[in-house]
């Protein structure tokens, strides 16, 4: 990962402040942890919002979308790893990128989609400056997946689904794990569905504010 120089509210001490912050709120797994410190939010935000980049919230990034918070992206992070390795990981809903570069310093390689072509070129721009080399972008709907690059250790999806799409499922590994938020009765919750030798076992989690996964691309 490239050092990316900060000043200020963007510095390196700023960000260490929120690894330290997220170690209260609960998270354990040391390799997140050093990856929230490694990964630099301000690069993924716009300009104009970069001195808040590492407070605890979701920030704008235009075209209706959103970076989550960074407890939000460590909390997945930190279930897609449960604590092993990670070869292949699968995010659905790249946004600015910031999320699939903070998987790219947990797993081997991390394949990840974007319906929207302007967010496909900022995340690009991003992930190039934040040096995540091992993170491959494509434009395309999320709901299908990669079949042709499955099976994958992990999936995450970014955007609140009313279930767990078919087709991502199909695409686990035994062992593997898919978190992603589902909306039911108007509440959003992070769920885990985890491949067993004997099926699917699925776990509602944390209450969780996403935007909706949508079909098609643009």
């Known amino acids: 990962m490239t050092r990316v120089p900060g000043i200020g ?87 600015c990128g910031y999320q699939a570069a903070v ?18 070129r900022k995340a690009r721009r991003n992930l190039r400056e934040a040096g995540a080399g091992n993170v491959h972008l494509r434009h395309g709907d999320g709901h299908a997946g990669m079949p042709e690059v499955a099976p994958f250790d992990a999936i995450v999806l970014t955007a609140a689904a009313a279930r767990a799409p078919d087709a991502l499922l199909g695409q686990l590994d035994v062992g593997g794990r898919m978190i992603l938020p589902i909306a ?13 030798a004997r099926g699917m076992v699925e776990r509602r989690m944390d209450p969780v504010v996403f935007v909706p996964l949508l079909s098609g691309v643009g």
């Open 184 to 196: 039911r009765n108007d509440e959003q919750h992070l769920f885990i569905f985890e491949r067993t």
């Open 103 to 120: 998987l790219g310093r947990v797993a081997r390689q991390v394949y990840s989609m974007e319906r929207l072509a302007a967010l496909i």
């Open 9 to 95: 509210m963007t510095s390196l001490r700023t960000r260490m402040r929120m690894v330290e912050r997220l170690r209260a709120q609960g998270i354990r797994d040391e390799k997140v942890l050093a990856a929230m410190a490694e990964v630099p939010r301000h690069i993924f935000v716009d300009e104009a919002l970069a001195s808040r980049a590492y407070e605890d919230n979701a920030l704008p990034l235009g075209y209706g979308q959103s970076i989550s918070s960074p407890h939000t992206v460590a909390r997945m992070t930190e279930l897609a790893r449960h604590g092993r390795a990670l070869g292949k990981v699968l995010e659905i809903g790249t946004g």
